[in-house]
């Protein structure tokens, strides 16, 4: 990550998005990045494709990214250019495909309660702060591990592994 502060819109959710919630396995077949994103949250949210733009952040509950263990959700997540996603908690496979793909993903629970969709809100990921434009304290996110933030700041594991290789 070249910035570790991100800004933008947010898109809130509730508990339990799942993997199918966030990438409809009727469209597991396709294999062409940009028409993997054109699904990504379809089955949360019909319109977020329209309404997202990049850099915008999406907020979930707990146990966001239960499901299947498909990369697809995560995948879909980076490409189509969401900053972080911040989340009670995560579903453990959900959590290592997304930090592995190098997708920001942040817990700090209760953000749900204090956001709505289109509040612009700013994530510093190096401290866990998450604040309002206006500069107030939302909340202090769980830090993210040394490791998972050596791999963020590679884009991925993969370009990580190949800088340790070289």
Known sequence: ????????????????ID?????PGRFVELTDIADIIKHTLEGADPNFVKEFEAGDIVIGGT???????REHAAICLKNIGVAAVIADSFARIFYR????????????????????????????????????DSGEL???????????MNILNHGGIKEMLKEQFK
């Open 1 to 16: 990550m070249k910035n570790q502060t991100v800004s933008g819109r947010v898109f809130p959710y509730g508990n339990n």
């Open 19 to 23: 993997t199918d919630q966030i990438y």
């Open 97 to 132: 495909n997304g930090i592995n793909l190098g997708l920001p993903l942040i817990v700090c629970p209760g953000l749900t309660e204090k956001v709505k969709k289109g509040d612009k809100i700013s994530l510093d990921i190096q401290t866990g702060e998450i604040r309002t």
């Open 63 to 69: 146990n966001f990214g239960c499901g299947s263990s």
């Open 138 to 148: 939302l909340g202090t996110a769980e830090p993210v591990s040394e490791y998972s």
